[in-house]
């Protein structure tokens, strides 16, 4: 999805008095929502799954084929990721946790917007290949998921 369009959103919600939009447009999910804050009037966050994927044929599929025996969490977005919701806070997941669909993995920030990025599987945390801070690239790998 065009980030002019999520910007565009964004201002749809801030106008409307909303505290949420959900918009699926094709493969891309976006959720906006608006969060009171103590620190500040609101903070927008912006949640996206890709959870339509292309297989080899070019069919359409609702989950992403593990590869390896791991589920791979792609990042949505080039950004910056950050493991936890602030500074000195604890990171949302680790090695070895186990996650649900929906569960927020990590936050990466782009163009000044907190981005959650949610689980589209259930499983467990085998692996985190970012650090906190770290710059991420559309389309790398974030995290492998082992499926039970």
Do not use: W
Request: with cysteine.
């Amino acid at each position: 999805m065009d980030i002019r369009k999520v910007k565009k959103l964004i201002e749809l919600l801030e106008e409307s008095g909303l505290s949420e939009i959900e918009i699926t447009e094709g493969e891309d999910k976006v959720r906006i929502s608006k969060q009171t804050t103590s620190k500040s009037n609101f903070s927008e966050t912006v949640v996206y799954s890709n959870e339509m994927q292309e297989n080899n044929d070019g069919s359409s599929n609702h989950k992403q084929i593990p590869r390896n025996g791991f589920y791979e969490v792609k990042a949505p977005m080039i950004g910056t990721y950050y493991q936890a919701a602030e500074p000195g806070a604890e990171a949302f997941v680790k090695v070895g946790d186990p996650v649900s669909q929906g569960d927020t993995l990590c936050i990466i920030e782009a163009m000044k917007m907190m981005n959650k990025i949610e689980s589209d599987a259930d499983g467990i945390i085998e692996r985190v290949l970012v650090q906190n801070g770290d710059p991420v690239e559309f389309d790398e790998v974030l995290f492998l998921i082992s499926q039970e």
